[in-house]
């Protein structure tokens, strides 16, 4: 059983950045595939971006160039750097993990563990 914690969100201008971090609690953190996905008011939730054990990377094209993603499994935490932020990128951020998956099967099939969510505000 994994909890995840993030932390890290808040309010910014547009063309601003955050950095969002997702603890999780277990002692395998190094095996599980790592994702972050959001969910805008009025819309289904979308994968944003994952990296593997072996640190792969997969972005959604909405993101790509703008947030990095990251882990450090001596910290058993994950990251999202979100740069040049836009209006658009408002959401509840959430992450998830799942063991010994691709990045790209994360993003289509979503997480065995989820995080509460965090807001992410971006103002024009």
């Known amino acids: 059983q994994e909890t995840l914690v993030e932390s890290g969100g808040g309010s910014v201008q547009a063309g601003g950045s955050l950095r969002l971090s997702c603890a999780a609690s277990?002692?395998?953190?190094?095996?599980?595939?790592m994702g972050w996905f959001r969910q805008a008011p009025g819309k289904e939730r979308e994968f944003v971006s994952a990296?593997?054990?072996?640190?792969?990377?997969y972005y959604a094209d909405c993101v790509k160039g703008r947030f990095t993603i990251s882990r450090d499994n001596a910290k058993s935490t994950a990251y999202l750097q979100m740069n040049s932020l836009k209006p658009e990128d408002t959401a509840v951020y959430y992450c998830?993990?799942?063991?010994?998956?691709?990045?790209?099967?994360?993003?289509?099939?979503?997480?065995?563990?989820w995080g509460q969510g965090i807001q992410v505000t971006v103002s024009s």
């Open positions: 990296i593997n054990w072996s640190d792969n990377t």
């Open positions: 277990g002692r395998t953190f190094s095996t599980y595939t």
């Open positions: 998830a993990a799942t063991r010994l998956i691709s990045a790209q099967a994360l993003s289509r099939i979503g997480g065995t563990y």
